[in-house]
């Protein structure tokens, strides 16, 4: 438990950041904060400039300071989409740097940790990435190591796959501050009804089913994990029903149960999200693209991308772009 000082955080917010994952922090730490009758916990909220920002809900916020003007932060959080981009990344990823050489605990939450792997501090840190942003970090950091953990933290790095991942870094934060009583008393409040920490994975929905992929049987669950790690160099089904010990029929009967999908289309959903996280978050080429998942040229992948998106590749590309605005102009993907 600490000593009484108040520990000060630091909120740093890019333009369409998820509001989400800024509450999911504030709130339990300000509950923190009445429960006990101190404050344990402060905060601002940091922008580049100072300027006012609109969050991915269109909901404003007004910045405390700019980034350059930040001092005397304990611990500094970074919010943003996966494509948020300093507009001076030599002033601002500096300045990064600079708070961590001088103790300050960098952290990021869903897709903040973009803009901050983007700074070069994240050399041999163990990261959390959201399961939906997985393969563009990989195809934008791949000598970064990734992790579904939802909170990962290497020394003075923290990092939170999510808003409701978040939730569980902060009663972290409160246990560590405050005492476990404080922290259960915070949960209690919210209704949260457990608190998750480093070593438990993240959820992800099975693809057309109503379920979770911790919901799987195992034998599907281990081929579901093989098709997921053979994403840029395809498996046939003949052999991970070999690897998982059963016929490929029995795979087929097992798959049509549990998802409402053929191995073989399962497979294909898997590789389409992936190839739509690069659409979306990467600057890559479609041919890029469709080697990265498995496909020898950009044809074929564009013709299941419409089956599967009802949508051109392209097209959704520039969908996304009208919501990537600077002074009131569209900019493109970066």
Sequence with gaps: MTTGKTIELGFLIFPGFPMACLTSMIEPLRAANEIAGTEAFGWRLVSETGARIESSARVGFDPDVSLAALTGVDQLFVLSGPSSRFENATGSDGKLRSLSRHGTLMGAVSGGIFPLARTGLLEDVDVSVHWCYAAAFHAEFPDLTATEELIARTGRFVTASGAAAAFDLALHMIEEALGPGI????????????????????????????????????????????????????????????????????????????????????????????????????????????????????????????????????????????????????????
């Design 183 to 334: 922290a259960t008393e915070v949960a209690c409040w919210f209704q949260h009804p457990f608190v998750r920490g480093q070593g438990v994975t993240q959820r992800k929905p099975t693809l057309g089913a109503e379920s979770t992929d911790d919901m799987l049987p195992p034998i599907v669950a281990d081929a579901v994990q093989i098709f997921a790690t053979h994403i840029e160099d395809p498996v046939n089904v003949a052999d991970v029903a070999l690897a998982v010990g059963v016929s490929v029929r029995q795979l087929e009967r097992m798959f049509r149960k549990t998802t409402d999908k053929s191995p073989l289309q399962y497979y294909r959903g898997l590789r389409m999200n992936a190839a739509r996280q690069l659409v979306l978050y990467s600057n890559d080429t479609l041919t890029d693209i469709a080697i990265a998942v498995g496909y020898a040229s950009s044809t074929p992948m564009i013709q299941n991308y419409k089956e599967v998106f009802g949508i051109h590749p392209e097209e959704d590309r520039s969908k996304i772009n009208m919501f990537r605005v600077r002074e009131n102009v569209s900019i493109p993907a970066e």
